[in-house]
């Protein structure tokens, strides 16, 4: 069984930054992959970002590309999600979820992860 932790949320005046942690605990058979992703009051959770089991591949939605890093801390079996130039529009709670592997439906996909976190609020506020 794999325990995910987020943390590191909060709230935040646009423009601002906030880094996100997802730490990991226990053991599952296999590599896997993480993905973040957000849920707005009234709104589907969505897919922001992925990174791979070894860190070396990632993925962005549209919505934070260029705004949202992802990177993976493998020693200390933490995600991280550094998310600069905030907006009023990226308040949501955020999920870590892990996934053995992808189908066709993708990172993106909250059907593919088959352990989540608790979530962490973000607020971006003026």
């Known amino acids: 069984q794999l325990r995910l932790v987020e943390s590191g949320g909060g709230l935040v005046q646009p423009g601002g930054s906030l880094r996100l942690s997802c730490a990991a605990s226990?053991?599952?058979?296999?590599?896997?992959?993480i993905g973040w992703f957000r849920q707005a009051p009234g709104r589907e959770r969505e897919g922001i970002s992925w990174?791979?089991?070894?860190?070396?591949?990632?993925g962005y939605a549209d919505s934070v590309k260029g705004r949202f890093t992802i990177a993976k801390d493998s020693a200390k079996n933490v995600v991280y999600l550094q998310m600069n130039s905030l907006k009023v529009e990226d308040t949501a709670v955020y999920y870590c979820?892990?996934?053995?592997?992808?189908?066709?439906?993708?990172?993106?996909?909250?059907?593919?992860?088959?352990?989540w976190g608790q979530g962490t609020q973000v607020t971006v506020v003026s």
């Open positions: 226990g053991r599952v058979d296999g590599p896997y992959a």
């Open positions: 990174i791979s089991s070894k860190g070396g591949t990632t």
């Open positions: 979820a892990a996934a053995h592997m992808f189908g066709p439906a993708g990172w993106k996909s909250e059907g593919e992860y088959e352990y």
